[in-house]
């Protein structure tokens, strides 16, 4: 079996894959900043062969991590942000400084679409593009949803955005605290990621397929007009991209990608464009 670890700041979400089939056996997620101990959520160590981490948490939870694992595990990969792979070339003045999930994000939309953006929608949102050629222009950091509720101390924290809602329902006027906050963080959310979308497509002159991962990508995904897929495995994708194990991985296949969702023409992203900075 192989182990796949996304180590965020919030949780740390953890896969099983047969290494033979490259089916996916089991899953789950610990809080990130507890220890992982008998009786908790995580897997059984005795039968993996190789795990794959990706952490953006304090450098402490990754080096007791790997030293754990290392006692267990024959093979250990822990992915880093480099200035180039897989053909994408990372736009950060200190690509090290890229978090490593937005960059296995990057490597994964273009290993599945050629340029996209990539949208990760956890404890922050990110917004990162990857131009037909490979070239990362760098992104955009936001609060995600669960921290913007949280920052506005309004005793709302607990009562969640309820994930079937419909976007229409979330997008009107509150007539409560907790609706007006809810409300007001998810037309925040999505409408940054409508218009950061547009921008750059237009800036650069090329329509990109959009790709959506990360806990809250079903409900936001509700709130984005333009053609997107949502992809949950998307990290995981990029692990798998940049240590490939399994025959399929080697053959470039990813667990779990979407279809390509096809853009639509940049005349239509412009247009909507213009049309909203007429408002
Ligand atoms: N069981 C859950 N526990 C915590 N957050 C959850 C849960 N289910 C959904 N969420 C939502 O998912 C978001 C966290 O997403 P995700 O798991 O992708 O992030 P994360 O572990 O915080 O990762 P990162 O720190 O890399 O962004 C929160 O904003 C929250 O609204
Ligand atoms: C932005 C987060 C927290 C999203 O998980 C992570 O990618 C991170 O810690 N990044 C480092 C800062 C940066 O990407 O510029
Ligand atoms: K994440």
Redesign the pocket.
Known sequence: MILDL?I??????WRLKDADSSEIRSRG?VW?REEWRPGSDIPDLDVVEAVRISS?ARKAVLEETVSLLRHRVGVVHVARSTPESLGVTNGYEEPERLGV?RWLGALAGYQLAGGCCAV?????ITIDFVLPGGRHLGGYILP????MKESLKLGTRNV?IDPDSEAEELLAPGRRTVEAVNHGIYMAAVSAINRVYAEVCDSEGVALPLLL????ARVVSRGIQVPHAVWPDMVYGGLEACFPLTAAERAGRMSGAPRVPSPVSLEKIRAGLAFSMLL
Request: charged residues 25%; contains cysteine.
């Open positions: 996304d965020g700041n919030t949780l740390s979400k997620a990130t953006v999930d990760d929608c956890g404890s922050a995600g949803l669960r921290l969640a991962t990360g806990g809250d």
